[in-house]
T-cell receptor
């Protein structure tokens, strides 16, 4: 069975500092990996994806993530955090051979303090 | 705005009742997903449809059923409702073509079972 782990329930960073939100996954075969962000009382918004190719993927709002196959990780990063980045972040995985079956992590709450 | 619409926004009903949640996908997206989000269980994948056919199934209870119609809108039917079914139900749509498996979420329907 596939699974996603987001080991930190909460990440706190100061505005202007780099941020990392961690994600590790387990899936049979090659994965499709995604990051989504959820603001209060809103649906999830797609940030970025890894399908194939370059291990470093860039997404919306200056976010990027690095796919590391050997460590089965897909950590979300941003060089300089903004207060407006404060939200709930979800990592998700789908197996390439059954791309419709998505598994989401439990989410990490990111708080960026001014 | 993701382009995915869900109705109603809020629904309050009693135990034992049946409700129908409706979702209209983004223009051009052939795939629709349903998720349940609750505080204790996180975001749970329920079911996926592609162009009217069921493609993937997650942790969907037998009391729940869904379908996707020829115009691609989808409905999630929840019956014999229990208190534990109170949650936020999200619909998402996706192009679900090669390289484009990211999902676009609607604003959700908040179901309260009393």
């Amino acid at each position: 069975a596939q699974s996603v782990a987001q080991p930190e329930d909460q990440v706190n960073v100061a505005e202007g500092n780099p941020l990392t939100v961690k994600c590790t996954y387990s899936v049979s075969g090659n994965p499709y990996l995604f990051w989504y962000v959820q603001y209060p009382n809103r649906g999830l918004q797609f940030l970025l994806k890894y399908i194939t190719g370059d291990n470093l993927v860039k997404g919306s709002y200056g976010f990027e993530a690095e796919f590391n196959k050997s460590q089965t990780s897909f950590h979300l990063k941003k060089p300089s955090a903004l207060v407006s980045d404060s939200a709930l972040y979800f990592c998700a995985v789908s197996p390439k051979l059954n791309a419709g079956k998505s598994t989401f992590g439990d989410g990490t709450t990111l708080t960026v303090k001014p | 705005d993701s382009g995915v619409t869900q109705t109603p926004k809020h629904l309050i009903t009693a135990t034992g009742q049946r409700v129908t949640l409706r979702c209209s996908p983004r223009s051009g997206d052939l795939s629709v997903y349903w998720y349940q989000q609750s505080l204790d269980q996180g975001l749970q994948f329920l079911i996926q449809y592609y162009n009217g056919e069921e493609r993937a199934k997650g942790n969907i209870l037998e009391r729940f059923s869904a379908q996707q119609f020829p115009d691609l809108h989808s409905e999630l039917n929840l019956s014999s409702l229990e208190l534990g079914d109170s949650a936020l139900y999200f619909c998402a749509s996706s192009p679900w073509t090669s390289g484009s498996y990211e999902q676009y979420f609607g604003p959700g329907t908040r179901l309260t079972v009393t």
